[in-house]
């Protein structure tokens, strides 16, 4: 059983809240039940949610904690002041302090992706998601020269997921490319990623969890046998030795921290937030 119920509250999206709220419970040994509640933007709609915070408060017996980044001041009153759950506004604690010490008023602008249709960054995300789409695992070198970043890394060693991660989270055209038995049988990189050495960056992963994967897609196949992983795990490192080419393995790390290492590494010079 949950320990708590948590509530997430925005008036846009919630994935402020949830994110940053998630971050913050990942510090205790709590397993709480979550509940989403964006796009609450109306005094009709808090006065639902304060509803079903008060209930879950009197059928616990304990009080939720209430994650909000709320931004329309009229709705975080009636949470504010109706709710029984324990009260982080999120918006509050940071905005104020920052107001006072900037000498400038927040726009009290709702959520990341605001009037997203007049926003040249979230174009931009677009473009970089469509572009990494398009040059995943290997589908086309068109325009590789327009790549922020060029992944590779055999088979399942978690090119796509990141090449995605990076393109959504920081607008970043990031490419992946597969390194197969004929690259390795030819001991140098593929021709099409010899002009763009600066923007490679290597993923490898460990020969049992490599095998692990693959078989949940082809399972029994000399494609995920224990031996062949191994083998193309070796190679491809081998490779990446030899061409100079920066790497790390996936085996235990999350998307956000291979994402974060390769832009440690590559630094491109054009990031969206």
Known sequence: M????VFFISDGTGITAETFGNAIL???ELKPRHVRLPFIDSVDKAHQVVRQINHTASVEGQRPIVFTTLVNMDV???IKSQCNGMLLDMFGMFVAPLESELGLKSNHRVGRFSDASKSKE???RIEAINFSLAHDD?????DLAGSDVILVGVSRSGKTPTSLYLAMQYGLKASNYPLIPEDFERRQLPPALVPHRKKIFGLTIAPDRLSQIRNERRPNSSYASLHNCKQEVHEA???MRREG????STTTKSIEEIAT??????RPERLVY
Do not use: C, H
């Open 237 to 239: 490192e081998a490779m």
């Open 261 to 266: 290492t390769i832009l440690q590494e590559i």
């Open 245 to 248: 080419i920066r790497w790390l």
């Open 76 to 78: 975080l009153a009636v």
């Open 138 to 142: 290997g589908q086309s070198n068109k």
């Open 26 to 28: 990942a510090q205790f």
């Open 122 to 124: 979230y174009d931009d």
């Open 2 to 5: 949950p320990n708590r119920t």
